[in-house]
């Protein structure tokens, strides 16, 4: 049956299919989900519209989902992100041809622009025939978007590009004022028939805690985040590896002995400056935690300020999820090709408008991804990924183990939603305990792990239950 999507090209689908076979054996708690429910199909009647880096690890997801019964629709969440080859291999599908495709719609390429962007968005969300009723985030992105357009519409307020505070949000508003003339009840009439969302990254929760708090939240959301087997993974080990691999392929300059800094030392932050430390870099934190900054100092980094260390370092970056953490300014005071990039959610911690409005600035494309900003005084910077996630920009994002962890907690809260509605009412939610331990076991053969069992006496000793949780819900690891 046809079905519409937006690709860079099919032919890639063989390569995408090839090393989706490789990732499947990676990630083996996807797997065991699908033997779990692939028979019960608890996903039957899901519609499931996904917002996440359309890459190979993604693409296994996209079809674990398939296999519990969900129909899908995909979009990256990010410009750069997009592996054109697993794209093309999700919309063949597994049984399908680049002349008869027969998997999941999908609507992303590696550099989309902001417009293409946003239409992909919308287009992920037109589901033929009715609406979504559940979508997967990353980020927020599309949850923002059905929320946004409701907020006008119920308002009866014509969204207007010329109030946007950032480019980003003048090519949403414009989309909802199209939206808006076309239809002006698209997004109210999409909206309630969404039961839930599950969210992938720290920003998005942030996102959706806020518009809780506010009162503004329209469906229940389920913070995949801050899965024990999420936050202190993907985010930790994830970037461990996918940071040094970003700058490398971008790059290759030796990181060995050379400064880097790493603004912000959570999660992110911690992976970020093991990965940098690891080719031996000499590595310094900034932080504006007093917890976090001591925990740095004790693991063995130089905390400091920016301003510090703006003129001396060789690398800077960003993991703070916050906005406005190098700006424009720090730029320019920095060393001959220093290499600024960021691996927080949003382009915003970079000041790039203000570097691109730095009187006398040229901006030299080096390849995509990757460009040298040549100052008025001939010192020039690099920036990677234009300020926006540059493990998935200059490299291919974390490694399918790790996501592995990630998507089998996406795959069991989108099932927790869609299956036990009456459970969650409007809020937000980390699944429980005992599914966090169940995703780790998940991946404990593949690794040869051998767990010690407790016996009875010494759980009773503790008190836990034999079989788990093992610790209270206060516990931080
Ligand atoms: P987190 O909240 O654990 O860490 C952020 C840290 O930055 C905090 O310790 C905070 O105190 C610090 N911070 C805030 N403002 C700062 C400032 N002005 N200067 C210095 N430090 C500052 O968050 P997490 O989980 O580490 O995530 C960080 C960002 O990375 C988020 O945007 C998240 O969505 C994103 N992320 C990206 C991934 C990727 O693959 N690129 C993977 C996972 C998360």
């Known amino acids: 049956m046809a079905f519409d999507y937006k690709v860079a090209d099919l032919s890639l689908a063989e390569f995408g299919r090839k090393e989706i076979r490789l990732a499947e054996?990676?990630?083996?708690?996807?797997?065991?989900?699908?033997?779990?429910?692939?028979?019960?199909?608890p996903l039957t009647g899901a519609k499931i519209m996904g917002s996440l880096h359309?890459?190979?690890?993604?693409?296994?997801?996209?079809?674990?989902?398939?296999?519990?019964?969900?129909?899908?629709?995909?979009?990256?969440?990010?410009?750069?992100s997009t592996q054109d080859h697993a794209a093309a291999a999700v919309v063949v599908g597994p049984n399908g041809t680049p002349d008869n495709p027969q998997g999941v719609p999908v609507f992303a390429w590696k550099g989309e622009t902001l417009e293409e962007y946003w239409w992909c968005t919308e287009q992920a969300l037109n589901w033929p025939g009715g609406a979504p009723n559940m979508i997967l985030d990353d980020g927020g992105d599309a949850t923002m978007l059905v929320h946004k357009g409701a907020e006008y519409e119920k308002a009866g307020a014509v969204p207007d590009p010329s109030t946007a505070d950032s480019d980003e949000f003048r090519v949403v508003l414009e989309l909802l004022?199209?939206?808006f003339a076309e239809d002006p009840q698209k997004w109210t009439r999409i909206a309630p028939h969404i039961k839930g969302v599950t969210e992938e990254t720290t920003t998005g929760v942030h996102r959706l805690y806020e518009m809780h708090r506010d009162g503004a939240l329209l469906f229940p959301a389920i913070n995949v985040n801050d899965s024990v087997t999420k936050s202190k993974f993907d985010n930790k080990y994830g970037c461990r590896h996918s940071l040094v691999d970003?700058?490398?392929?971008?790059?290759?300059?030796?990181?060995?002995?050379?400064?880097a800094v790493i603004l912000g030392y959570g999660d992110v932050g911690k992976g970020c400056?093991?990965?940098?430390?690891?080719?031996?870099?000499?590595?310094?934190?900034t932080e504006i935690d007093p917890?976090?900054?001591?925990?740095?100092?004790?693991?063995?980094?130089?905390?400091?300020?920016?301003?510090?260390?703006?003129?001396?370092?060789?690398?800077?970056?960003?993991?703070?999820?916050?906005?406005?953490?190098?700006?424009?300014?720090?730029?320019?005071?920095?060393?001959?090709?220093?290499?600024?990039?960021?691996?927080?959610?949003?382009?915003?911690e970079i000041d790039m408008a203000g570097l691109a409005a730095t009187p006398g600035v040229e901006k030299i494309e080096i390849k995509p991804q990757v460009h040298e900003w040549r100052f008025a005084d001939g010192h020039s910077i690099i920036v990677l990924s234009e300020g926006r996630l540059l493990n998935l920009g200059n490299a291919t994002g974390h490694p399918s183990f790790v996501m592995s962890n990630s998507f089998t907690n996406q795959t069991i809260a989108q099932i927790e939603l869609f299956t036990k509605p009456g459970e969650y009412p409007v809020g937000v939610y980390v699944l429980p305990k005992h599914l966090d331990e169940k995703v780790a076991r998940m991946h404990l053969d593949a690794l040869g792990v051998r767990l010690t069992e407790l016996t009875k006496e010494q759980a009773a000793y503790i008190g836990v239950d034999v079989a788990g949780p093992y610790k209270p819900d206060t516990y931080r690891y």
């Open 246 to 259: 970003g700058i490398n392929r971008a790059t290759d300059v030796l990181i060995g002995g050379k400064v």
């Open 25 to 41: 054996h990676e990630m083996p708690g996807l797997m065991a989900t699908r033997a779990e429910f692939g028979d019960s199909k």
């Open 291 to 348: 917890i976090c900054a001591l925990q740095a100092a004790m693991d063995g980094y130089q905390v400091a300020t920016l301003e510090d260390v703006v003129e001396t370092a060789d690398i800077f970056v960003t993991t703070t999820g916050n906005f406005n953490i190098i700006m424009a300014d720090h730029m320019a005071r920095m060393k001959h090709q220093a290499i600024v990039g960021n691996i927080g959610h949003f382009d915003n």
């Open 177 to 179: 004022n199209r939206n």
């Open 54 to 80: 359309m890459t190979v690890q993604t693409a296994v997801l996209i079809e674990t989902l398939v296999a519990l019964g969900a129909e899908v629709r995909w979009v990256s969440c990010n410009i750069f």
């Open 273 to 285: 400056a093991e990965s940098l430390r690891g080719q031996g870099a000499r590595v310094i934190v």
